[in-house]
């Protein structure tokens, strides 16, 4: 040969090895070979055919033999195309084509799926889809990759639509790949035992898997029970359908909660159809799969399982043990049972380290059960009645004496009817039917409403279980009863025989005018039947879809269409989900959220929303994500200028210490009233946080400055420890007097580093929020003769909201943001704030390859929510009516798609709400980027301010992209137009970055929103902290009338009382006490240096009103100055008139004698009393000295003496004199 032809012959023969290689490799991988085209025509079957050339035989794809396809006698619902694989095999996807050369195809249909030929079950794209679109002519080939491949070895195609100018016509093919298995059947008392070698490092590994398939028609049996080391074991038991997980430590038949944990998947497991379970563990997790549905369980350390040494599966009693979870074995089929890499079947057949207990089998030889499913209004099945069964085969009747009736059923409904007939010789009509979900059986006297009999039986029976209901009748008595069991058992005695007539009417009756037979007054039920027998004979349903016997409208027979909308649940955040045959419910009590699968949380995202609502201070429930997974809270809001958000924990009192032998320190912890997550959560939020931190100490080193190890350290939520004092900054290892350089010994960066044994105080604010909340604190130096130490912890206090006004300007049509794809499958809420002159504009917009997701301005007077998740186009819209969006205000805009509904809500208007399809796609699959503010295709852009802008609880940061986007401007001013309403009173509102203000100046009110005109006292006993406020809750004391005010402190207790309302108890946290009273003041003070900025603020407007009474412990200072003027140690500044001011005032209960007025001031104490509507109070008290209580001396002065200087005895409860005169300034 030539040496050329040779280098290319060789150059072929290696191309041909690798595409052979090639083909292999992709071949072992690849699923999607065609299954159906060379098969015989014997393994094809149908409903029935028009003709021979129309057989199920010819339903091949791109095939012209016969007619060129199936086509049935009769184009209705009850038509089938059935085809054998000949074995079990995997299903990847299913084509569809017309018969050829005809008007005849499918247009949609269901499929359907059996290993054995009967008891089919129906393939549901996303869980809830039934049908599959098919072709809209006769020669396009229409082919559906399902989501989840099916294994078995029968298909069933059952047409739903076709062309309506045609008729039925259809060929089909289906793709996959052989499928191979090694399966075990066990009979209930059988097991397998899987001990593992002796090699200690075979069954431990970083992660272990458990995998198996079962089927099985039982609902309770166990499946797997492990054992390992120090007695753990893990069970897996089905219990009425449902899987559960054991997860146990010790050998206890009854394990208590610290030893036993229990995880439930899955529902309706017992249909006799192949579900796949899965167990991962590794690292402290267990991941737990049933079909579809997964949960990853965090194992708590006591119970995670040590290293396993035997597995049995069927049963536990293969480990010789009684303790067990169920002690009813496994009746059913087990399939691939694999531990790691251990085929365990194989090992049983080759008997290798496995064990068998009772009969196991290596087939799977199942049991023939024919269900029937009633779907709908119009179902009912129809047979043949003792009047027309009971024969011979000479003709001869046969004498019936009775009735025997049995049926099984499973159903969610809580009502409909199960059987009905007409008693022979027209002595009336029995109906057997679900009542409150209970059995209940009634016999109506013919033409009549006289019930003759009426009895009850069993209860919750509408828990999708099978229950089975026996009814007999014979010779005067008649009995009904549950489940077989005697407790659920009713017995009647009727005086007349019941027989029953021609036929037996079960679920429901014909729906036809000349019906006479049938009368149904009850629902019609929805769910599943079989095991039917009459008078104790089977009925052969396969027998009835052929109409060999009785009659049917709206049937499945030989299937359970039964599925649980509950399991996994789409109720969130602890909705309890019922459901009916159709649908399910979520009941949201309680749960802090609303919506069709409580989704969205009724409470705001911050105090900051609720002080723009016109809330006053308060506790309030805070859900910082919305309606993310994070809880809500109940947290106190200070109403302030700036609204603080307030979290106590269980430790904020003054703790003091003492020397101790053999403690060296002491271990406090802080539990916050709210979880670490929504601490957290709070933190990140909060524009600022901070908390109080106070030691004081005598010989009690603090943080050891400058150069030794600390003492005393505090870990936050880093946990790590931190090493500075409040005032310093992190890592700085100071206090704040080291920061500011004015310790009491200024070689140390603290005050208590000094060593000495005055007392002395450390304290300050902690504000880096990353180290934030304290949660717990170390105090080292309590070992010394003479060391005391008393540390504080204050609440965490936040304010402000980042969220809240976080916004974006839009100032072209063509700008938009973007961001990350909006993740919302099954439930999405967007929510924001929008104001705008423009008519229309586009909010949001994220696109699908099919699917999208939009929110529009239409018109100046509407909002539309549009999507497509697979079904078409949806919208939802509110109409605004008269009033104009596009006014330049603040408008608020919540939509919420879930997979019940959608919703629209704007502002206050009444929300929109459009219901989903019962049966379409559920998924919402977006791939695109989210467009804020526009479109990809720049077109109907927004202009105008969006703001808090929060998906699925998660707020996007408009700023920070508005930062680097042309044609968008971080922020939005101009909030006044909006909120401005809510300075109230002439306060004036003033605009601010992130929003505004309330300027009280011009109006007698203060607060917030210039609203309080109720009574504040105010405490200031130490200068280092701020004022305590103790609000009262008697409003509108600004209204002409006298009111009287009575204050009283004794120790923390700040008692107030104001007229005849309840008295109202304040506590105060400053260790302080009041000593060294210089002066009481009247009205205004002039020497306002010292005040803080709200008291000065409102004593720049002096008082306008009328005082009296006016006591102070002991002394009286208003009528001092008025009896007294030039004996009494009173100041009046201004002139001093008398007046009748308030002397007719109901609200003073002691009638006045002698009335003075005062228009001038008078001044005596530190204790200064102020209004803001009628009358503000403020005590302020300077400290003496820490830790040092000075009792009041001297005799008790006379109240009437004016030669007695003031004191200040604070527990003084002197009363007014026997001649009760009131004084008024």
Same mark, same amino acid.
């Given at each position: 040969?030539?040496?050329?032809?040779r280098?290319?012959?060789?150059?072929i023969?290696?191309?041909?090895v690798?595409?052979?290689?090639?083909h292999?490799?992709i071949?072992k991988?690849?699923?999607d070979?065609?299954?159906?085209?060379?098969l015989?025509q014997s393994?094809?079957?149908?409903s029935s055919?028009?003709s021979?050339?129309?057989?199920p035989?010819f339903?091949?794809v791109n095939?012209r033999?016969g007619a060129g396809?199936w086509?049935p006698?009769e184009?209705?619902?009850y038509?089938w195309?059935?085809v054998d694989?000949?074995?079990?095999?995997e299903?990847t996807?299913v084509?569809?084509q017309g018969?050829?050369?005809?008007?005849?195809?499918?247009?949609?249909?269901?499929l359907m799926f059996?290993?054995t030929?009967?008891?089919w079950?129906?393939y549901r794209?996303?869980?809830?889809?039934?049908?599959f679109?098919?072709?809209?002519?006769a020669?396009?080939v229409?082919?559906f990759?399902l989501?989840q491949?099916?294994?078995a070895?029968?298909?069933?195609l059952l047409p739903?639509?076709w062309?309506?100018?045609?008729?039925?016509?259809l060929?089909?093919e289906?793709?996959?790949?052989p499928?191979?298995?090694?399966?075990a059947?066990?009979?209930g008392?059988?097991?397998?035992l899987?001990?593992?070698?002796?090699?200690p490092?075979s069954?431990q590994?970083?992660?272990?898997t458990i995998s198996?398939?079962f089927?099985t028609?039982?609902?309770?049996g166990?499946l797997?029970?492990?054992?390992?080391?120090?007695?753990h074991?893990i069970?897996l038991?089905?219990?009425k359908?449902?899987l559960l997980?054991?997860?146990?430590?010790?050998k206890?038949v009854?394990?208590g909660p610290?030893?036993?944990?229990?995880?439930?998947?899955?529902?309706?497991?017992?249909d006799?159809?192949w579900?796949h379970?899965?167990?991962?563990r590794?690292?402290?997790?267990?991941?737990?799969?049933v079909d579809k549905s997964?949960?990853?369980?965090?194992v708590?350390?006591e119970?995670?399982?040590?290293?396993?040494?035997?597995?049995?599966?069927?049963?536990v009693?293969?480990?010789g043990s009684?303790?067990v979870?169920s002690?009813r074995?496994?009746?059913?089929?087990?399939?691939?049972?694999?531990?790691?890499?251990v085929n365990?079947i194989?090992?049983?057949?080759?008997?290798?380290?496995?064990?068998i207990?009772?009969?196991?089998t290596?087939?799977?030889?199942?049991p023939?059960?024919?269900?029937?499913t009633f779907?709908g209004?119009q179902s009912f099945?129809?047979l043949?009645?003792?009047a027309?069964?009971q024969r011979d085969?000479?003709?001869v009747?046969v004498?019936?004496?009775g009735?025997?009736?049995?049926l099984?059923?499973r159903?969610w409904n809580?009502?409909?009817?199960l059987l009905t007939?007409?008693l022979?010789?027209?002595a009336?009509s029995?109906?057997l039917?679900?009542?409150?979900a209970?059995?209940r059986?009634?016999i109506?006297?013919?033409?009549?409403?006289?019930?003759l009999?009426?009895?009850?039986?069993?209860?919750?029976?509408?828990?999708?279980?099978?229950?089975?209901v026996?009814?007999?009748?014979?010779?005067g008595?008649?009995?009904?009863t549950?489940?077989?069991?005697e407790?659920?058992?009713?017995?009647?005695?009727p005086?007349f025989p019941v027989v029953?007539?021609?036929n037996?009417?079960?679920g429901g009756?014909?729906?036809?005018?000349?019906?006479q037979e049938c009368?149904?007054?009850f629902?019609v039920f929805?769910?599943?039947m079989?095991?039917?027998h009459?008078d104790?004979?089977?009925?052969?349903?396969?027998k009835?879809?052929?109409?060999l016997i009785?009659?049917?409208?709206?049937l499945q027979?030989?299937m359970?269409?039964?599925?649980?909308?509950?399991s996994?649940?789409?109720c969130?955040?602890?909705?309890?989900?019922?459901?009916?045959w159709?649908?399910?419910h979520c009941n949201?009590?309680?749960?802090?959220?609303s919506?069709a699968t409580?989704?969205?949380s009724?409470y705001?995202?911050?105090?900051?929303?609720y002080?723009?609502q016109g809330n006053?201070?308060g506790l309030y429930?805070?859900d910082?994500?919305?309606?993310g997974?994070i809880?809500?809270?109940?947290?106190y809001?200070?109403?302030t200028?700036?609204t603080?958000l307030?979290i106590?924990?269980?430790?904020t009192e003054?703790?003091?210490?003492?020397?101790?032998?053999g403690?060296n320190?002491?271990?406090?912890?802080?539990n916050?009233?709210?979880?670490?997550e929504q601490?957290w959560?709070?933190i990140t939020q909060?524009?600022?946080?901070?908390q109080?931190v106070l030691?004081h100490c005598?010989?009690?080193?603090?943080?050891?400055?400058?150069d030794?190890?600390?003492?005393t350290?505090w870990?936050g939520?880093?946990d790590e420890?931190q090493?500075y004092?409040?005032?310093a900054?992190?890592g700085?290892q100071?206090?704040?007097?080291g920061?500011q350089g004015?310790?009491i010994?200024?070689?140390?960066?603290?005050?208590?580093d000094?060593?000495?044994?005055e007392w002395a105080t450390d304290?300050g604010l902690l504000?880096?929020?990353e180290?934030l909340?304290v949660?717990?604190?170390?105090?080292?130096?309590?070992?010394?003769?003479g060391?005391e130490?008393?540390y504080k912890v204050?609440p965490?206090?936040c304010?402000g909201?980042k969220?809240f006004w976080?916004a974006?300007?839009?100032?072209?049509e063509t700008?938009?943001?973007?961001?990350?794809?909006?993740?919302?499958e099954?439930?999405?809420?967007?929510?924001f704030?929008f104001?705008?002159?423009?008519?229309?504009g586009v909010?949001l917009e994220n696109l699908?390859?099919?699917?999208?997701i939009?929110?529009?301005l239409?018109?100046p007077?509407?909002?539309?929510?549009?999507?497509?998740?697979?079904n078409g186009?949806?919208e939802?819209?509110?109409?605004t009516?008269?009033?104009?969006?596009?006014d330049?205000?603040?408008?608020?805009?919540r939509?919420e798609?879930?997979v019940?509904?959608?919703?629209?809500?704007?502002?206050a208007f009444?929300?929109?709400?459009?219901?989903?399809?019962a049966d379409?796609?559920?998924?919402?699959?977006?791939n695109?980027q989210l467009?804020?503010?526009?479109?990809a295709?720049?077109?109907?852009?927004?202009?105008?301010?969006?703001?808090?802008?929060?998906l699925n609880?998660?707020?996007?940061?408009?700023?920070?992209?508005?930062?680097?986007?042309?044609?968008?401007?971080?922020?939005?001013?101009g909030h006044?137009?909006?909120?401005g309403e809510l300075?109230q009173n002439?306060?004036?509102?003033v605009?601010?970055?992130?929003?505004?203000?309330?300027?009280?100046?011009l109006s007698a009110?203060?607060?917030p929103f210039?609203q309080?005109?109720?009574?504040?006292?105010?405490?200031?006993?130490?200068?280092?902290?701020?004022?305590e406020?103790f609000?009262t809750s008697?409003?509108?004391?600004?209204n002409?009338?006298?009111?009287?005010?009575s204050?009283?402190r004794?120790?923390e207790t700040?008692?107030v009382q104001?007229?005849?309302?309840?008295r109202?108890d304040?506590?105060?946290?400053?260790?302080?006490e009041f000593n060294?009273?210089?002066?009481v003041?009247?009205g205004?003070?002039?020497?306002?240096g010292?005040?803080d900025?709200?008291?000065a603020?409102?004593?720049?407007?002096g008082?306008?009103?009328?005082? %009296?009474?006016?006591?102070?412990? +002991?002394? @009286?200072p208003l009528?001092a *100055?008025l009896l007294?003027?030039?004996t =009494?140690p $009173?100041i009046?500044?201004?002139?001093l008139?008398? %007046?009748?001011?308030g002397s007719s +005032?109901p @609200?003073?209960?002691?009638? *006045?004698?002698t009335?003075?007025?005062? =228009?001038? $001031?008078i001044?005596?104490?530190?204790?200064?009393?102020l209004c803001a509507l009628?009358?503000m109070?403020?005590f302020?008290?300077?400290?003496k000295?820490?830790?040092?209580?000075?009792?009041p001396?001297?005799?008790k002065p006379?109240a009437?003496?004016?030669?007695?200087?003031?004191?200040?005895?604070?527990n003084?409860?002197n009363i007014l004199s026997?001649?009760?005169k009131?004084y008024?300034?």
């Open positions: 040969m030539h040496l050329r032809t280098r290319h012959s060789g150059m023969l290696q191309l041909a690798l595409l052979w290689c090639s292999g490799a071949g991988d690849s699923c070979g065609p299954l159906v085209s060379n015989p393994s094809f079957r149908s055919q028009l021979n050339s129309h057989g035989g339903a091949k095939r033999d396809g086509a006698v184009s209705n619902k038509q195309l059935e694989l000949g074995e079990r095999t299903i996807a084509a569809t018969r050829y050369g005809s008007s005849d195809w499918v247009s949609s249909f269901l059996s290993d030929g009967c008891n079950k129906q794209q996303e869980d809830n889809i039934r049908a679109t098919g072709n809209s002519n020669d396009s229409v082919q990759k989501q491949p099916v294994f070895r029968f298909l069933r739903l639509d062309n309506p100018n045609g008729r039925i016509g060929r089909l289906a793709y996959g790949c499928y191979k298995s090694d399966v059947r066990f009979d008392s059988s097991c397998l899987y001990r593992f070698s002796p090699n490092t069954s590994t970083a992660k272990d198996l398939k089927k028609l039982q609902n309770s166990t797997i029970h492990t054992e390992g080391q120090d007695d074991t069970t038991e089905l219990h359908g449902k997980l054991h997860l146990r430590k010790d206890s009854s394990p610290e030893s036993h944990m229990v995880v439930s998947l899955g529902s309706l497991l017992d006799q159809h579900h379970v899965a167990i991962e590794f690292s402290g997790h267990l991941n737990f799969t997964s949960q990853q369980i965090q708590p350390a119970l995670s399982p040590s290293e396993i040494n035997k597995i049995s599966y069927g049963g009693q293969c480990h009684q303790r979870m002690r074995n496994f009746h059913g089929c087990l399939e691939n049972l694999l531990w790691n890499d365990v194989d090992l049983a057949k080759q008997q290798q380290q496995v064990f207990t009772g009969n196991v290596f087939t799977c030889a199942e023939v059960s024919v269900p029937v779907a209004a099945l129809q043949p009645g003792a027309q069964q085969g000479g003709g009747a004498a019936v004496v009735v025997a009736i049995s099984q059923f159903t809580r009502a409909g009817l007939f007409d022979q010789q027209q009336g029995l109906w039917y679900l009542s409150e209970r059995v059986l009634q109506h006297k013919a033409g009549r409403y006289t019930i009999v009426d009895v009850t039986a069993g209860f919750g029976l509408n828990d999708g279980q099978w229950h089975s026996d009814l007999t009748a014979r010779r008595h008649l009995t009904i549950v489940d077989k069991e407790d659920s058992t009713a017995h009647a005695s005086s029953s007539g021609n037996l009417f079960f009756c014909p729906d036809s005018e000349n019906n009368r149904n007054p629902n929805q769910g599943c079989r095991h039917i009459v104790n004979n089977a009925v052969d349903l396969i009835v879809q052929q109409m009785g009659n049917y409208s709206d027979i030989d359970c269409g039964i599925i649980d909308r509950c996994p649940s789409h969130e955040h602890g909705g309890r989900c019922t459901q009916s159709s649908t399910f949201c009590s309680n749960t802090g959220y919506g409580c989704h969205s009724v705001e995202k911050s105090c900051e929303a002080k723009h006053t201070s429930y805070i910082v994500d919305g309606s997974p809880k809500s809270q109940l947290i809001c200070n109403m200028d700036k603080w307030v106590q924990h269980n430790n003054l703790t003091k210490l003492k020397a101790s032998s403690i320190q002491h271990l406090a912890y802080f916050y009233s709210a979880d670490a601490l959560a709070i909060a524009e600022h946080c901070e109080e030691y005598r010989k009690s080193l603090l943080l050891n400055t400058p030794g190890s600390p003492f350290w870990v939520r880093t420890p090493t004092w409040g005032g900054v992190p700085s100071q206090c704040g007097c920061l004015n310790c010994d200024s070689d140390h960066y603290c005050n208590c000094a060593d000495r044994k304290s504000t880096h929020k180290n909340p949660r717990w604190v170390v105090v080292g130096d309590l070992q010394r003769p060391s130490a008393a204050g965490l206090k304010h909201d969220n976080n974006a300007f839009f100032n072209k700008s938009y943001l973007h961001f990350p794809t909006f993740h919302g099954l439930s999405a809420d967007i929510s704030l104001k705008t002159t423009a008519a229309s909010f699908g390859i099919k699917d999208f939009r929110v529009e239409s018109s007077t509407e909002v539309v929510f549009s999507f497509d998740v697979g186009p949806f939802v819209r509110v109409e009516g008269d009033v104009a969006l596009n330049d205000r603040w408008h608020r805009v939509a798609r879930n019940k509904e959608a919703s629209l809500r704007v502002d009444p929300n929109a709400t459009q219901k989903a399809p379409g796609h559920i998924h919402l699959q977006l695109s467009f804020v503010g526009g479109t295709s720049r077109m109907k852009g927004f202009l105008g301010c969006i703001r808090s802008l929060q609880g998660r707020t996007l940061d408009l700023e920070e992209r508005a930062k680097i986007t042309p044609g968008v401007r971080p922020g939005c001013p006044c137009s909006s909120y300075c002439q306060g004036r509102c605009e601010m970055y992130n929003g505004f203000s309330c300027d009280c100046g009110y203060a607060g210039c309080r005109g109720y009574l504040d006292v105010k405490y200031k006993l130490q200068n280092s902290r701020d004022a406020v609000r008697v409003r509108n004391l600004a002409g009338q006298l009111h009287r005010v204050i009283r004794l120790s700040v008692s104001i007229d005849q309302h309840e109202e304040f506590n105060l946290t400053s260790d302080a060294a009273i210089k002066s003041v009247l205004k003070v002039h020497e306002s010292e005040l900025p709200e008291i603020r409102l004593n720049s407007q008082f306008s009103g009328c005082l %009296s009474v006016v006591q102070f412990n +002991s002394v @009286a009528k *100055a007294y003027p030039n =009494s $009173v009046v500044i201004g002139s008139v008398e %007046s009748t001011c +005032s @609200a003073n209960p002691y009638p *006045a004698e009335i003075h007025s005062l =228009s001038g $001031v001044a005596v104490v530190i204790f200064v009393i009628a009358i109070a403020r302020l008290y300077r400290r000295e820490t830790f040092h209580t000075q009792e001396q001297g005799i006379e009437d003496s004016p030669e007695y200087p003031f004191h200040s005895e604070p003084s409860q026997e001649n009760q009131e008024f300034i």
